[in-house]
């Protein structure tokens, strides 16, 4: 059996270096951790107002469509409607303007509410959601004007 003799002045770490070592580690770490946060956050709020914009330019296409083609449709809707196909309009109480990204009818979230106020030749789109990565409700509006 061989026994190695010990060399004088050979040592491993002590303690206090390992724990600043794992300190230096986990500050890089978080630090990493924080800003892939921020840039999900971010990303998902910009699909969420992308999907709301397409969704109201939807709306603004489908009152078109449907002013063109019997715009006796839209005199007699009722005051806050949405526009559930090129043909139909529904009241917004119905809860046939609750959509998914696609326009689909939804419970899942983030619900987008869809609404058009009218006033006169003007008509509001509006659609609302609650964001799913920041509290509080959010919304982008677009006015259509029919022009005689």
């Known amino acids: 059996m061989f026994?190695?003799?010990?060399?004088?002045?050979?040592?491993?770490d002590t303690i206090v270096e390992v724990l600043i070592a794992i300190a230096v580690v986990s500050l890089i770490l978080g630090g990493?951790?924080?800003?892939?946060?921020?840039?999900?956050?971010?990303?998902r709020t910009s699909e969420e107002q992308g999907n709301a914009t397409k969704l109201t330019q939807g709306q603004i296409e489908f009152l078109k469509s449907i002013i063109a083609s019997s715009p006796n449709?839209?005199?007699t809707a009722p005051t806050n409607f949405c526009v559930t196909s090129a043909s139909t309009v529904?009241?917004?109480?119905?809860?046939?303007?609750?959509?998914?990204?696609?326009?689909?009818?939804?419970?899942a979230e983030p619900?987008?509410?869809l609404n058009i106020s009218r006033s006169g030749d003007t008509f509001t789109v509006?659609?609302?959601?609650?964001?799913?990565?920041?509290?509080?409700?959010?919304?982008?509006?677009?006015?259509?004007r029919i022009y005689d």
């Open 32 to 43: 990493a951790f924080v800003t892939t946060n921020k840039s999900l956050v971010a990303t």
């Open 3 to 12: 026994i190695r003799p010990k060399v004088l002045g050979q040592r491993g």
């Open 111 to 113: 619900i987008y509410n």
């Open 73 to 75: 449709t839209i005199d």
């Open 126 to 144: 509006r659609t609302t959601w609650n964001s799913l990565s920041k509290t509080g409700t959010n919304t982008v509006q677009m006015v259509y």
């Open 90 to 107: 529904a009241a917004s109480s119905s809860g046939a303007c609750k959509v998914d990204s696609t326009g689909a009818p939804t419970t």
